[in-house]
């Protein structure tokens, strides 16, 4: 430990007078040169300044000792002198100082010498003034008041002394101006102040150059580009681009259409001047239903439906605001004019209407009040009425506007159309056009203008005889076209009171139907026809009426049975005797026996037959006269007396009929003669009477069908349809009382036949088989012609 402390301080000792010596040895020599110089350059004799012998610089090695490998300087040790070793930047070996002083230690050897020599690098103006930015950005708010500095950074020289930063300069500008502070040592800093308000929106930035000068001669200089750039405060509002903003819109444009865009514009910048539009706060809540805007772009579009006929003008405030902390903002009115489109059809409106107008009512007559209406405006709302050509109606102009009467242009008619459907079409001016209809129902009211009407005229009925009282036995229909009671008919049967229409007073009427109800039961043998009138009347005010002709015929029914006229007991019975010569021959006419039935037709035609007879072979009986011959001669063996009993019946349905008995005597031809003028004489009176009654009889039957035919004949004269029936009497009697009559309706000939019939005829179904139906021919002499 001792030892160690004793090293120690023997070392520090010695270190001492090392340095005494070093410092009696060293001697201190002052060179200068410029810098920049080139290399080997000559700075000073070293070995001569300090008098050492240039013989032994080499030999005592001579040197200089420094830690730098590759030092500025060199010593040549064969004569002392130091050389620039390489070109010497004073900047770079001297960096910020004044006095660049280079000092070198130099050595020899055998006796160790030290020398300090010290080289002063003069500086030269080899650089020019550097700006550690050659751009500047300054951001500087434009609401600072004059007055504000804003340092900069000072430019750099590395030459030193009067080469240094001797002076700044700014380019000219109104809004700044340069103030140098100097600082020593730190050289001269520039100071930019702000001496007039800045505003962003008339000059966003400012361009300025900072020029540094140094004091060479010339001088060098550097420069500095500053961009200021002045920064926003939200003290701009949006201005919008147009002072009015109006459009023309149509209407119903589909939804989202692009009405206008408005556009503000706002100087301040960033999100004070990013413009958000939006409708000002006075719009209403409708115009929100109908448009909408773009916050960003301002875009106005449709939103819902736009009519003109609601509205035809819209006036919308548009605000426009910035984004600013504060927003600022401003409005602007749209005005947006709706373009009437023809998108309404005109609109039919009936505000006085009778639905029902008479039949009688003159031409002129108002029936509806028509008001017409089309939302639309100009020619889009100009409407044009009319109504079908094929009604009895038309549309008259009223004196107010789009006002129309419908009023009648003819006679109407409620028989010939009762309903009348009218439409009514508006059609507007518009393009395209369009058009409404309307339907209204006129009815025609019923006014008692017709009289009723039968159905025929006249009417003909054929009954039967023998009816039963009190039952209907035909009906006659008239018809009125009218309606209600005016259309309602009664009947009843003209009773005009005179003698020749008696048999009116057995008829009654149905007030109703028209039924004819037969209050007795009619008899042909004593009525055959018979004519009177109806009457029709309707239950209208005033009541109109009509009558017509009934014609009745009444038809035979087989209710008279045959009548035996010959022969005829005197006791009133069917009897008689009748004498022949035995020697007659064959054909020979015994008698002949007449009958009589007072029907008609096959009702009234006779036949006769044998019902008993003793001889079969003697006798013959002719089935249509009634004649009674002989078959052949008499014989010897045959009988004196035979008993003939002869049946006549009629042709009805239920047929009739009378016998009558003759008694056959054969006597000796002396006898004969004798019994036949006793007989004459009887017969003679007998057959007086009998022509007497046949005469009576055919007089009273030809009387009746000479009236029955002229009250035809004069019918058939006043008829126009082409039913007309004829009438011809035939008295056809031949062994009989028999008749016959025929008569026409239509294309077909009736015949109510007799004994005779014409092989060509036929029975009517219905007619109680006693009217046939004959061929036709109307061109023979026995019709009457009319």
């Not at 050897?109 to 103006?125: K, S, T």
């Not at 409708?279 to 448009?291: A, G, I, Y």
Request: hydrophobic share 35%; aromatic share 6%; with cysteine.
């Amino acid at each position: 430990m001792e030892q160690r402390g004793c090293e120690a301080r023997g070392r520090w000792i010695g270190c001492v007078v090392a340095v005494l010596l070093w410092s009696l040895a060293s001697a201190q020599l002052r060179y200068s040169i410029s810098e920049e110089v080139d290399e080997g350059t000559v700075v000073g004799n070293i070995a001569k300044d300090l008098g050492l012998d240039k013989n032994a610089l080499k030999d005592r090695k001579y040197r200089i000792v420094s830690s730098n490998a590759d030092p500025l300087f060199h010593v040549n040790q064969n004569d002392g002198v130091l050389y620039v070793s390489r070109k010497i930047d004073r900047e770079d070996v001297c960096e910020r100082t004044s006095t660049c002083m280079i000092n070198l230690k130099t050595v020899l050897e055998n006796p160790l010498e030290v020398h300090y020599v010290g080289v002063e690098v003069l500086d030269i103006n080899d650089h020019y003034p550097s700006f550690p930015e050659k751009d500047k950005a300054l951001e500087i708010s434009e609401s600072v008041l004059p007055g504000v500095r804003i340092p900069l950074k000072a430019s750099r020289d590395p030459d030193g002394g009067a080469f240094s930063i001797q002076q700044y300069k700014l380019s000219q500008n109104e809004h700044f101006r340069l103030e140098v502070k100097d600082k020593g040592e730190d050289g001269k800093i520039p100071v930019l102040i702000v001496q007039k308000s800045l505003d962003r929106e008339t000059a966003g930035s400012h361009s300025l150059v900072l020029t540094a000068l140094d004091g060479g001669k010339p001088p060098k200089s550097g420069e500095m580009n500053i961009l200021v750039k002045v920064l926003d405060v939200n003290d701009n509002t949006p201005v919008f681009s147009q002072d009015v903003y109006s459009v023309i819109l149509d209407e119903n444009v589909p939804i989202d259409t692009t009405v206008i865009q408005v556009n503000a514009t706002d100087l301040d910048e960033g999100t004070n001047g990013e413009v958000v539009y939006s409708f000002s706060n006075s719009v209403s809540h409708r115009l929100f239903k109908l448009f909408d805007i773009n916050p960003s772009t301002g875009e106005i579009t449709v939103k819902g439906l736009i009519d003109y006929e609601e509205k035809d003008k819209y006036e919308i405030e548009i605000q426009a605001s910035d984004k600013g902390t504060a927003p600022l903002s401003t409005q602007k009115s749209v005005i947006i004019k709706i373009v009437d489109v023809n998108d309404n059809a005109p609109e039919i409106e009936v505000t006085s209407f009778s639905s029902s107008i008479p039949e009688d009512s003159r031409p002129g007559t108002t029936v509806a009040l028509i008001s017409v209406n089309d939302l639309d405006s100009g020619l889009n709302g100009k409407v044009i009425c009319s109504i079908g050509e094929d009604v009895p109606f038309a549309l008259s102009p009223s004196l107010q506007d789009k006002m129309f009467s419908l009023v009648t242009k003819s006679p109407l008619d409620r028989e010939k159309q009762s309903l009348y459907d009218v439409t009514i079409t508006a059609k507007d001016a518009g393009q395209p056009s369009l058009s409404s209809e309307k339907k209204i129902t006129v009815l025609v009211s019923d006014v008692n203008d017709n009289n009723p009407k039968f159905a025929l005229n006249p009417y003909t009925f054929y009954i039967t005889e023998a009816n039963v009282p009190g039952v209907s036995v035909f009906s006659v229909k008239a018809f009125d076209v009218d309606e209600n009671e005016n259309g309602h008919i009664s009947y009843h049967i003209l009773r005009d009171g005179s003698g020749d229409n008696k048999v009116t007073s057995f008829l009654n009427i149905n007030s109703e139907n028209g039924d004819i109800l037969a209050l007795k039961s009619f008899d042909f043998e004593t009525l055959k026809t018979f004519q009177f009138h109806v009457v029709a009347s309707d239950s209208g005010t005033p009541s109109l009426s009509s009558n017509v002709t009934v014609n009745v015929f009444i038809l035979d029914q087989n209710d008279n049975a045959p009548v035996i006229l010959y022969p005829v007991s005197s006791n009133g019975s069917a009897e008689g005797v009748e004498e022949i010569p035995r020697n007659v021959n064959a054909g020979y006419v015994v008698t002949k026996v007449r009958a009589y039935d007072a029907d008609i037709g096959y009702n009234g035609w006779l036949l006769f037959s044998l019902q008993e007879v003793t001889e079969h072979s003697l006798f013959t009986l002719d089935r249509y006269t009634g004649q009674i011959k002989t078959l052949r001669p008499f014989t010897e063996t045959d009988e004196a007396e035979h008993k003939l009993v002869i049946l006549v019946k009629d042709n009805g349905n239920v047929s009739l009929s009378a016998t009558a008995t003759v008694i056959v005597k054969v006597v000796e031809p002396k006898e004969a003669f004798a019994a036949s003028d006793v007989k004459s004489s009887t017969k003679a009176d007998e057959d007086t009477n009998v022509t007497f009654y046949l005469m009576i009889t055919l007089g009273s039957v030809s009387a009746l069908f000479l009236i029955s035919i002229i009250v035809l004949i004069a019918m058939q004269c006043s008829k126009t349809t082409d039913y007309t029936s004829k009438y011809l009497q035939e008295a056809n009697y031949d062994g009989t009382l028999c008749h016959s009559i025929q008569y026409r309706s239509g294309e077909k000939r009736y015949m109510l036949v007799g004994p005779r019939m014409s092989i060509g005829s036929t029975i009517v179904p219905g007619s109680h088989a006693n009217t046939l139906v004959l061929p036709d021919r109307r061109r023979t002499c026995d019709e009457v012609r009319h």
